[in-house]
């Protein structure tokens, strides 16, 4: 059976950082492309970074661009999106994702296997 498991969400007072992690069981996915989606209450799901099956190629939704970092380990089958700088409208619940593609997409719908999810919760 194949599972995504987030970790690492939390409090964190604005301007703080967090890295979590999404480790993956019951294949590998060391050819797949991995994204993070969020949702926050009230709001649709979206996307927030992505990265392709090496790591070399990433996306960013722009309202994160410069403060997180998406990375991955793939002999640990694991993924990562390192949070500096938070700010409170990051609050959310952090999804991380894989496809069947080597390659990212923005796309929650190209996206097959989803982990149950993680909150992270940014006090002003």
């Known amino acids: 059976q194949v599972q995504l498991v987030e970790s690492g969400g939390g409090l964190v007072q604005a301007g703080g950082s967090l890295r979590l992690s999404c480790t993956a069981s019951?294949?590998?996915?060391?050819?797949?492309?991995m994204g993070w989606f969020r949702q926050a209450p009230g709001k649709e799901r979206e996307f927030v970074a992505a990265?392709?099956?090496?790591?070399?190629?990433?996306d960013y939704t722009d309202s994160v661009k410069g403060r997180f970092t998406i990375s991955r380990d793939n002999a640990k089958n694991t993924v990562y999106l390192q949070m500096n700088d938070l700010k409170p409208e990051d609050t959310a619940v952090y999804y991380c994702?894989?496809?069947?593609?080597?390659?990212?997409?923005?796309?929650?719908?190209?996206?097959?296997?989803w982990g149950q999810g993680t909150q992270v919760t940014v006090s002003s």
């Open positions: 994702a894989a496809r069947h593609s080597s390659q990212g997409s923005r796309s929650d719908n190209d996206y097959v296997y």
């Open positions: 019951g294949r590998t996915f060391s050819t797949n492309a």
């Open positions: 990265t392709n099956w090496n790591g070399y190629s990433t």
